[in-house]
Antibody
Framework: QVQLVESGGGLVKPGGSLRLSCAASGFRFSDYFMAWIRQPPGKGLEWVGYISGSGISTYYADSVQGRFTISRDNAKTSVYLQMHRLRADDTAFYYC???????????WGQGALVTVSS | QSVLTQPPSVSGTPGQRVIISCSGSSSNIGSNTVNWFQHLPGTAPKLLIYSNSQRPSGVPDRFSGSKSGTSASLAISGLQSEDEADYYCAGRDDSLNAVLFGGGTKLTVL
């Protein structure tokens, strides 16, 4: 079954860290860029960043550059989002998504809620 | 404030045709393809249109996309109640070296 399943969301204090995981199945994982996209409560979608199929190249939104790191393990068909120095405005549903080529995210996970609050 | 500008809301009655616009600039829509996503509350977003006007398998032909210059549009014909959702345009921006989403448009079926 072709799917993405996120895990690792939860409540974290401002300044804390959290790692999200996204397990892929049903397709040749290493062939695809993978992206993270978030949606703060009541707001629109925001691209967080993506990683190339090999894992060599990563790109980030300015809002998370230097605080978030995307990595992948092609042997485990998983992609990760490591988040440091979390702020209240990082509170959001975080989705992992498969990127076909040019922001055409054709497969999405169900989302993981990250809440940053004291 | 999004660099890709969409109207916050549009509405229509069943059977009608509605159009959602997405306005950008030469560094994004003007030089890259546009994609459209449908997002229903509590579910994962769904790719509706890719490469400006292509429909993924399973997307009804009631949905169509177009692009001209630095603007793009999503048209929904034969409006149905289940089309009530948020719609987002998205694409790459060469100047920002980033992916942009529009602010989203809430479609209400009256």
């Amino acid at each position: 079954q072709v799917q993405l399943v996120e895990s690792g969301g939860g409540l974290v204090k401002p300044g804390g860290s959290l790692r999200l995981s996204c397990a892929a199945s049903g397709f040749r994982f290493s062939d695809y860029f993978m992206a993270w996209i978030r949606q703060p409560p009541g707001k629109g979608l925001e691209w967080v960043g993506y990683i190339s199929g090999s894992g060599i190249s990563t790109y980030y939104a300015d809002s998370v550059q230097g605080r978030f790191t995307i990595s992948r393990d092609n042997a485990k068909t998983s992609v990760y989002l490591q988040m440091h120095r979390l702020r209240a405005d990082d509170t959001a549903f975080y989705y992992c998504a498969r990127d076909l080529a040019t922001a055409d995210f054709d497969l999405w996970g169900q989302g993981a809620l990250v809440t940053v609050s004291s | 404030q999004s660099v890709l500008t969409q109207p916050p809301s549009v509405s229509g009655t069943p059977g009608q045709r509605v159009i959602i616009s997405c306005s950008g600039s030469s560094s994004n829509i003007g030089s890259n393809t546009v994609n459209w996503f449908q997002h229903l509350p509590g579910t994962a977003p769904k790719l509706l249109i890719y490469s400006n006007s292509q429909r993924p398998s399973g997307v009804p032909d009631r949905f169509s996309g177009s692009k001209s210059g630095t603007s793009a549009s999503l048209a929904i014909s034969g409006l149905q109640s289940e089309d009530e959702a948020d719609y987002y345009c998205a694409g790459r921006d060469d100047s920002l070296n980033a992916v942009l989403f529009g602010g989203g448009t809430k479609l209400t079926v009256l």
